[in-house]
């Protein structure tokens, strides 16, 4: 290689280095230390962004997280990856969290709310602390946090939410009636939420999750996910990865005309 070929690739890598600062964007995603949260960080990672983890307890397994998408994305450096401990169901934590994260990175421009809670039985054996647990986890901490996110986003005229909801939001699950009522109502929110900040040049999105291989379904015995898998018709779990790219993609501005929806991602269970 002669010195005008180096200077030449030199000169496109600094090129290439710029645009990625430029398309660089902080994104937080609640409950994220493993799953699909896990999943969709990893992906905005892999893009370069500023990403921040969450959870709400499990501060061992948190760390465990960042250190496992910094190891994989050492380019990024241990600055844009970091992790936040708060149980965002929680508003006063919800607002720690926030601060710790625009202290860090600035205001959040991109939030995958994440967090939630499974519950299986029947409704009328729940108590009225499981019910409370489960509205919480998966509606209450979505409008917590979007309710912090919204108005940094305003002010700057761009933003983007996308709310991680369930099939059975869509559709109702037995033996998961609070859980499918408070999906229901984060794509009523989704919806809702949209069409008021659209003018301000803020997208909110869902993604309707059909079954994953994560924990949430680790009460299902192997032949129960077997038997499960034989309805879908693709004949399978989806990935956390995948769930990952569907985020990516609603982010972006490849989506930018795109907002107020909620989108399956099932396999074609639907």
Same mark, same amino acid.
């Given at each position: 290689?002669?010195?005008? /070929?180096?200077?030449?690739?030199?000169?496109?890598?600094?090129?290439?280095?710029?645009?990625?600062?430029?398309?660089?964007?902080?994104?937080?995603?609640?409950?994220?230390?493993?799953?699909?949260?896990?999943?969709?960080?990893?992906?905005?990672?892999?893009?370069? /962004?500023?990403?921040?983890?969450?959870?709400?307890? +499990?501060?061992?397994?948190?760390?465990?997280?960042?250190?496992?998408?910094?190891?994989?994305?050492?380019?990024?450096?241990?600055?844009?990856?970091?992790?936040?401990?708060? /149980?965002?169901?929680?508003?006063?934590?919800?607002?720690?969290?926030?601060?710790?994260?625009?202290?860090?990175?600035?205001?959040?421009?991109?939030?995958?709310?994440?967090?939630?809670?499974?519950?299986?039985?029947?409704?009328?054996?729940?108590?009225?602390?499981?019910?409370?647990?489960?509205?919480?986890?998966?509606?209450?901490?979505?409008?917590?946090?979007?309710?912090?996110?919204?108005?940094?986003?305003?002010?700057?005229?761009?933003?983007?939410?996308?709310?991680?909801?369930?099939?059975?939001?869509?559709?109702?699950?037995?033996?998961?009636?609070?859980?499918?009522?408070?999906?229901?109502?984060?794509?009523?929110?989704?919806?809702?939420?949209?069409?008021?900040?659209?003018?301000?040049?803020?997208?909110?999105?869902?993604?309707?999750?059909?079954?994953? /291989?994560?924990?949430?379904? +680790?009460?299902?015995?192997?032949?129960?996910?077997?038997?499960?898998?034989?309805?879908?018709?693709?004949?399978?779990?989806?990935?956390?990865?995948?769930?990952? +790219?569907?985020?990516?993609?609603?982010?972006?501005?490849?989506?930018?005309?795109?907002?107020?929806?909620?989108?399956?991602?099932?396999?074609?269970?639907?």
């Amino acid at each position: 290689m002669n010195e005008r /070929d180096a200077g030449g690739e030199f000169l496109m890598a600094i090129c290439a280095l710029g645009e990625r600062r430029k398309r660089m964007k902080t994104v937080l995603i609640t409950g994220s230390s493993r799953g699909i949260g896990l999943g969709i960080a990893r992906k905005f990672a892999e893009r370069g /962004d500023r990403v921040i983890l969450n959870c709400r307890a +499990d501060v061992e397994r948190l760390e465990a997280a960042v250190a496992e998408l910094r190891a994989e994305f050492a380019e990024v450096s241990e600055e844009k990856i970091i992790g936040i401990r708060a /149980d965002v169901s929680n508003y006063a934590e919800c607002e720690s969290l926030f601060a710790q994260a625009e202290a860090a990175f600035g205001p959040v421009e991109i939030l995958i709310n994440n967090a939630g809670a499974a519950h299986f039985g029947l409704f009328s054996e729940m108590t009225p602390t499981e019910i409370e647990k489960i509205l919480a986890a998966n509606l209450l901490s979505a409008i917590n946090a979007s309710h912090r996110a919204v108005p940094n986003m305003v002010r700057a005229k761009a933003g983007c939410v996308v709310n991680i909801s369930s099939i059975w939001g869509i559709t109702g699950a037995s033996c998961e009636a609070v859980y499918s009522a408070a999906k229901a109502g984060l794509n009523g929110f989704t919806k809702a939420l949209a069409r008021e900040l659209a003018p301000s040049g803020i997208r909110i999105n869902a993604i309707a999750c059909g079954a994953f /291989d994560t924990r949430m379904n +680790d009460r299902l015995s192997t032949q129960e996910k077997i038997a499960f898998a034989e309805e879908i018709p693709l004949g399978r779990f989806g990935n956390p990865a995948e769930a990952g +790219d569907l985020a990516v993609y609603l982010a972006s501005d490849a989506a930018s005309y795109l907002t107020g929806q909620v989108i399956p991602l099932d396999g074609g269970f639907l």
